[in-house]
């Protein structure tokens, strides 16, 4: 069973519109999840960090953490054509979250914002 | 956010010769950086973690002696390419974390011809 699992997609959505994208992750003892935006050819951009179960939300993205679940996602309302890259979900596996050892990414979701 | 600057953002490269790539953290200091490589079209695979003043740590089936690791000051981390083949060609990242985040390099291009 992989780490962190993710759609590969690709997931289109007309602009404007909410793009929902969905993470899970096999260890239940993690405590720090990150969402990365990636354009090709670029490396990752830090989007949004969630440590605590519920809703966080900045600007446009909402990240969802359900620890019981073991479920991460990102919500990015008004879709805009920049939006298009693919997000890594990434996890912490740390018992501390202060405490960072390494990321373990998922594949990653391409997302199409079509104007 | 912090910043962590990688150099170059590309190189080509004759088979057999090496390679090295500069990791630098330049607005924090970094005991760990991480490197990873990306091939086209799939996710980041960690390589290895780098340590500053200690040895790096390798992840499985990474070959130590052909990706030297050296993190030799707290902003500092280079990586190595040895003996390059045209199967090392890759998209190689590092990263460095200030306070829980990580925060990547801007991605080095390799091309081995």
């Known amino acids: 069973q992989k780490e962190v699992e993710q759609n590969s997609g690709p997931l289109s959505v007309p602009e404007g519109a909410i793009a929902s994208l969905n993470c899970t992750y096999s260890?239940?003892?993690?405590?720090?999840f990150f969402w990365y935006r990636q354009y090709s050819g670029k490396s990752p951009e830090l989007i949004m960090s969630i440590y605590s179960n519920g809703d966080k939300e900045d600007g446009r993205f909402t990240a969802q953490l359900n620890k019981a679940s073991q479920y991460v996602s990102l919500l990015i309302r008004d879709s805009q054509p920049s939006d298009s890259a693919t997000y890594l979900c990434?996890?912490?596996?740390?018992?501390?979250?202060?405490?960072?050892?390494?990321?373990?990414f998922g594949p990653g979701t391409s997302l199409s914002v079509i104007p | 956010g912090a910043v962590v600057s990688q150099h170059p953002s590309w190189v080509i490269c004759k088979s057999g010769t090496s390679v090295k790539i500069e990791c630098r953290s330049l607005?924090?200091?970094?005991?760990?950086m991480f490197w990873y490589r990306q091939f086209p079209k799939q996710s980041l695979m960690l390589m290895a973690t780098s340590n500053e003043g200690s040895k790096a740590t390798y992840e499985q089936g990474v070959e130590k002696d052909k990706f030297l690791i050296n993190h030799a000051s707290l902003t500092l981390s280079t990586l190595t390419v040895t003996s390059a083949h045209p199967e090392d060609s890759s998209f190689y990242i590092c990263s460095a974390t200030e306070n829980t985040e990580a925060f990547f390099g801007q991605g080095t291009r390799l091309t081995v011809v």
């Open positions: 607005d924090f200091q970094a005991t760990t």
């Open positions: 260890d239940r003892g993690s405590q720090s």
């Open positions: 990434a996890v912490n596996p740390s018992r501390h979250w202060a405490s960072y050892d390494k990321v373990i």
